[in-house]
């Protein structure tokens, strides 16, 4: 009973992994797998939709990787069980695939003749000798494998063409696995990034949108200049990246990145995704002292730099640079170091009448929104330097060359499945009615009109080459 068993189950479960059925319901998973991941949004895209669901249905759609599905563990298992059942199955049909390719038919079969007509056969002047020998220069210009057989006066040939045409099914099991592979290289060794790069700056890292981690890309990328243009309304017409790729500090490629006109450099895809602005490290401020001699002055600063107050004892410098803050405008935090005393901060505004408006009392009433806290100066905010950077997406996935390679694979096996067909011809020269009759005969795997014409055709050269000699 032992001995039967451990013979009976690989049979099971070869018979299991090789069946259509199994191929079935696997397409069949992938396809509704693939519906739910085209309805639910993936990714960085996931966020916003999140948002939308309750808390349970969250919960729900996280423990199943749904707003992940194509990296998760469960989808690649699919994928690889596919790709087993496609193997499986091709090597259990692989054997009698090759038995039909390798057959070598009997040149002298007389059955393949039993549905021939007249319209298949030509009678010349000629012994049935001479005749076959031009017949076998016909079929051998024609057909590769040609064999040749006599038997007295009669001779009989063989010759085919497509017998590759039995492997196109294999071609197109080998294009859908690569695609498959493809699929998981990509998946298990891809990653998708984004960095921001100020205008003038360069980095050599990006960030990996799954982990939230830093990746060392191996190389620099410079953004030397960004530009953007509006539509009348203000909506952005166009925005492009001037960038440079720097390998140990040596520009390496030089190149302008724009929406839909991705860049790659060093097996990494980089795309145009979004861009802003973000306030320089220069500031114009405007100072008055309140005085018996009052004096104002216009001064450009840079941030996190000690200056000296006008006129007065002391240092103030800024500590903070802000585009928007609170809705209310550009703003900078000032810090005052009297030369006695402690130091004291204050934010100041660039319209600080308007803000004066919008803040509630008690804030009105603080120092900290007071741009005269520190007496007897009154700061103002003149200007704003302000630099562009470029938000850009950058990818790696090293499957697809193999998802390229089984597309064009998938294209030829599909070409050799449907349009090619072994086409196995015989001929027979023999005595009829004291004339030399040559007879032809043919059998196909498929495609039974291209047969016909392939007979017709094989009638016209023989019949050419004898009206030619004579």
């Given at each position: 009973?032992?001995?039967?068993?451990?013979?009976?189950?690989?049979?099971?479960?070869?018979?299991?992994?090789?069946?259509?059925?199994?191929?079935?319901?696997?397409?069949?998973?992938?396809?509704?797998?693939?519906?739910?991941?085209?309805?639910?949004?993936?990714?960085?895209?996931?966020?916003?939709?999140?948002?939308?669901?309750?808390?349970?249905?969250?919960?729900?759609?996280?423990?199943?990787?749904?707003?992940?599905?194509?990296?998760?563990?469960?989808?690649?298992?699919?994928?690889?069980?596919?790709?087993?059942?496609?193997?499986?199955?091709?090597?259990?049909?692989?054997?009698?695939?090759?038995?039909?390719?390798?057959?070598?038919?009997?040149?002298?079969?007389?059955?393949?003749?039993?549905?021939?007509?007249?319209?298949?056969?030509?009678?010349?002047?000629?012994?049935?000798?001479?005749?076959?020998?031009?017949?076998?220069?016909?079929?051998?210009?024609?057909?590769?494998?040609?064999?040749?057989?006599?038997?007295?006066?009669?001779?009989?040939?063989?010759?085919?063409?497509?017998?590759?045409?039995?492997?196109?099914?294999?071609?197109?099991?080998?294009?859908?696995?690569?695609?498959?592979?493809?699929?998981?290289?990509?998946?298990?060794?891809?990653?998708?990034?984004?960095?921001?790069?100020?205008?003038?700056?360069?980095?050599?890292?990006?960030?990996?949108?799954?982990?939230?981690?830093?990746?060392?890309?191996?190389?620099?990328?410079?953004?030397?200049?960004?530009?953007?243009?509006?539509?009348?309304?203000?909506?952005?017409?166009?925005?492009?990246?001037?960038?440079?790729?720097?390998?140990?500090?040596?520009?390496?490629?030089?190149?302008?990145?724009?929406?839909?006109?991705?860049?790659?450099?060093?097996?990494?895809?980089?795309?145009?995704?979004?861009?802003?602005?973000?306030?320089?490290?220069?500031?114009?401020l405007r100072i008055d002292k309140k005085s018996s001699k009052p004096n104002s002055s216009e001064i450009t600063v840079k941030s996190d730099t000690h200056y000296p107050l006008p006129a007065g004892k002391g240092t103030f410098k800024v500590v903070d640079v802000r585009n928007d803050i609170m809705g209310l405008g550009p703003a900078v935090l000032i810090s005052v170091q009297p030369e006695t005393g402690n130091p004291m901060e204050f934010w100041v505004f660039k319209d600080h009448e308007a803000v004066q408006k919008k803040l509630p009392p008690p804030m009105l009433a603080s120092p900290k929104f007071n741009p005269e806290a520190f007496s007897p100066y009154r700061f103002s905010l003149?200007?704003?330097?302000?630099?562009?950077?470029?938000?850009?997406?950058?990818?790696?996935?090293?499957?697809?060359?193999?998802?390229?390679?089984?597309?064009?694979?998938?294209?030829?096996?599909?070409?050799?499945?449907?349009?090619?067909?072994?086409?196995?011809?015989?001929?027979?020269?023999?005595?009829?009615?004291?004339?030399?009759?040559?007879?032809?005969?043919?059998?196909?795997?498929?495609?039974?009109?291209?047969?016909?014409?392939?007979?017709?055709?094989?009638?016209?050269?023989?019949?050419?080459?004898?009206?030619?000699?004579?």
């Amino acid at each position: 009973m032992k001995n039967t068993q451990a013979k009976n189950n690989p049979n099971a479960i070869w018979g299991f992994l090789s069946s259509v059925k199994l191929t079935i319901v696997l397409l069949i998973l992938l396809a509704i797998v693939s519906v739910v991941g085209t309805l639910i949004p993936q990714g960085q895209e996931a966020v916003e939709f999140s948002q939308t669901l309750t808390p349970a249905m969250f919960r729900f759609l996280s423990t199943l990787q749904l707003f992940d599905m194509y990296n998760a563990p469960w989808f690649r298992l699919l994928i690889a069980f596919l790709a087993l059942n496609l193997v499986v199955c091709s090597i259990n049909r692989f054997p009698s695939t090759w038995k039909r390719f390798s057959a070598k038919p009997a040149p002298d079969r007389n059955k393949p003749f039993e549905d021939g007509g007249d319209e298949d056969s030509i009678d010349v002047g000629l012994s049935t000798n001479e005749a076959a020998d031009r017949v076998e220069g016909v079929l051998k210009s024609r057909y590769k494998n040609v064999r040749h057989k006599s038997s007295g006066d009669r001779h009989y040939f063989y010759g085919d063409k497509g017998s590759l045409s039995y492997f196109g099914v294999y071609v197109v099991h080998l294009s859908v696995l690569l695609i498959l592979i493809g699929g998981l290289v990509g998946s298990f060794f891809g990653f998708e990034a984004y960095v921001n790069i100020l205008e003038g700056e360069s980095t050599d890292r990006v960030i990996i949108r799954k982990t939230m981690r830093p990746l060392k890309l191996g190389f620099d990328v410079r953004c030397d200049k960004f530009s953007v243009e509006f539509y009348k309304t203000g909506a952005p017409k166009e925005f492009k990246s001037n960038l440079t790729f720097l390998v140990n500090g040596k520009a390496a490629l030089e190149s302008d990145l724009l929406v839909n006109h991705p860049v790659e450099f060093g097996g990494i895809t980089f795309y145009q995704a979004s861009y802003g602005n973000v306030p320089g490290k220069e500031v114009q401020l405007r100072i008055d002292k309140k005085s018996s001699k009052p004096n104002s002055s216009e001064i450009t600063v840079k941030s996190d730099t000690h200056y000296p107050l006008p006129a007065g004892k002391g240092t103030f410098k800024v500590v903070d640079v802000r585009n928007d803050i609170m809705g209310l405008g550009p703003a900078v935090l000032i810090s005052v170091q009297p030369e006695t005393g402690n130091p004291m901060e204050f934010w100041v505004f660039k319209d600080h009448e308007a803000v004066q408006k919008k803040l509630p009392p008690p804030m009105l009433a603080s120092p900290k929104f007071n741009p005269e806290a520190f007496s007897p100066y009154r700061f103002s905010l003149a200007g704003l330097k302000t630099l562009y950077y470029t938000g850009l997406q950058a990818n790696r996935d090293p499957g697809v060359p193999i998802v390229w390679a089984g597309c064009f694979l998938m294209v030829s096996g599909l070409f050799v499945s449907f349009f090619l067909s072994h086409k196995r011809m015989w001929v027979r020269v023999h005595k009829r009615d004291g004339k030399t009759c040559i007879e032809i005969a043919g059998t196909t795997n498929k495609n039974p009109v291209g047969l016909q014409k392939e007979r017709h055709q094989l009638l016209i050269n023989l019949q050419n080459e004898f009206s030619a000699k004579g």
